[in-house]
Structures are given as structure tokens and as C-alpha cells.
């Protein structure tokens, strides 16, 4: 089953406004990981956030963790058209030594940015 | 230049005709993971590997095979590919528990 789901599903804002996608997730972590991918290319990686952080900022990104509610945010602050994208979370589960790394990814958000 | 390639970029086979799909990376990672990706269903994990000769099920992995013998590589066998295995795979490596680098993806088609 899927560790991590996003909501909303798609977004279409016009650009300037803010973009605010969620991640819940069901099982303990050592990290929440969020990616970006244009149209059918590689993902590119945003931003980690560890079990015991509660907020990231990088550039116009912001993420937020909550443990207590297995969820997590990702805030995009004036948007672009540039950031038309499909965004995921990927939460890397704390289920011991042996299968560190191990990413699970939620079935995206896309973004659409409207100029 | 820190990457990961894969080769090839798109591929149309038919069924049952074995095929690889290489993976490399130059950044030293211990960690390398292969992902489908199908519409409506995200990534999914097919196999990873921890390290050199370490490797572990993801959760797709029926049909597929890997080997990890130098830890800058990490090919995907298909030994008898079939239609339904027609998707877009990615590559991917990390240090322990960091960000994945993901390769540029291999579009397959299996008729």
C-alpha cells in the first residue's frame, strides 16, 4: 500500500499566489523526502525533512512534519509558471537497519501555474 | 558532472525478448533503486540494493531481476518481458538515508 498520499490530487493557481500541497503517511519515519517532476522526466529532489525537525525552509519552499498526525506540508510561496510541475512525497520508514533507504512515494500532486 | 545515466532512454521490444536497462552513477553511493512508473499509480519500487552484492525486493518486483557486482552499477534484467510491464523506469541513488538522484527515466514498450 501507499506510505505516503497527497492531497489535493491536481492545484491550478495563478502565478504570484501560494501552492500548499499535503502528504499523509501511515507508518513511523526517519525522514520525509518531497520531489519535483516535469512532464515525464527524472525527479528532482526538494527538500528532506527528518523525523525530528518540524519545519524546512529552502528558497520560496517551505515544508512543515508532523509526527503526532503522520502528515506533512509543502508550501510554495509566490509561484511561478515555472513551477507547473508534478510534486511527490517519498517518506523513508523507520522499520530498522535493514531496509534504510527504502523510499515510498505518494502519487503526486500537479501544480499548475497559470501566468 | 554528479549523475546518473541510463540507457537506453526508450525502447520498443516485444514480448518475451530478454532486455537490459543499464544504470551508473559517479557520486561513490551506497544506495541504488529502480522505480516504474505508471499513470494513476505513482513510483513504484521494483528492487533496491543497500550495497555491493546486497540487493532486496521492492514492491513490484515479479518479472525483474537485478545484480550489483561494482557500486556504480545497477542493471535491470528482463528476462521475458511482457505487456504489462510497458512503463516509464527510473534509476536512483543516494547516500545513507539523503536525497535520491534519479536518472532521466527509460520509456519501454513491450508489444
Known amino acids: 500500500s501507499q506510505q505516503g498520499e497527497e492531497d489535493p490530487q491536481a492545484l491550478s493557481i495563478q502565478e504570484g499566489e501560494n501552492a500548499t500541497m499535503n502528504c499523509s503517511y501511515k507508518t513511523s519515519i526517519n525522514n520525509l523526502q518531497w520531489y519535483r517532476q516535469n512532464s515525464g522526466r527524472g525527479l528532482v529532489h526538494l527538500i528532506l525533512?527528518?523525523?525530528?525537525?518540524r519545519e524546512k525552509h529552502s528558497g520560496r519552499l517551505r515544508v512543515t512534519l508532523d509526527t503526532s498526525k503522520k502528515s506533512s506540508s509543502l508550501l510554495i510561496t509566490a509561484s511561478r509558471a515555472a513551477d507547473t510541475a508534478s510534486y511527490f512525497c517519498?517518506?523513508?520508514?523507520?522499520?530498522?537497519?535493514?531496509?534504510?533507504?527504502?523510499?515510498?512515494f505518494g502519487q503526486g500532486t500537479i501544480l499548475t501555474v497559470h501566468p | 558532472e554528479a549523475q546518473v545515466t541510463q540507457n537506453p532512454r526508450y525502447l520498443i521490444t516485444v514480448t518475451g525478448k530478454k532486455l537490459t536497462v543499464t544504470c551508473s552513477q559517479n557520486?561513490?553511493?551506497?544506495?541504488m533503486s529502480w522505480y516504474r512508473q505508471d499513470p494513476g499509480l505513482g513510483l513504484r519500487q521494483i528492487y533496491y540494493s543497500m550495497n555491493v552484492e546486497v540487493t532486496d525486493k521492492g514492491d513490484v518486483p515479479e518479472g525483474y531481476k537485478v545484480s550489483r557486482k561494482e557500486k556504480r552499477n545497477f542493471p535491470l534484467i528482463l528476462e521475458s518481458p511482457s505487456p504489462n510491464q510497458t512503463s516509464l523506469y527510473f534509476c536512483?541513488?543516494?547516500?545513507?538515508?539523503?536525497?535520491?538522484?534519479f536518472g532521466p527515466g527509460t520509456r519501454l514498450t513491450v508489444l
Open positions: 517519498a517518506t523513508d520508514a523507520d522499520a530498522g537497519g535493514t531496509s534504510y533507504g527504502k523510499l515510498t
Open positions: 557520486m561513490n553511493h551506497e544506495y
Open positions: 536512483a541513488s543516494s547516500f545513507y538515508r539523503t536525497e535520491q538522484f
Open positions: 525533512i527528518r523525523s525530528n525537525e
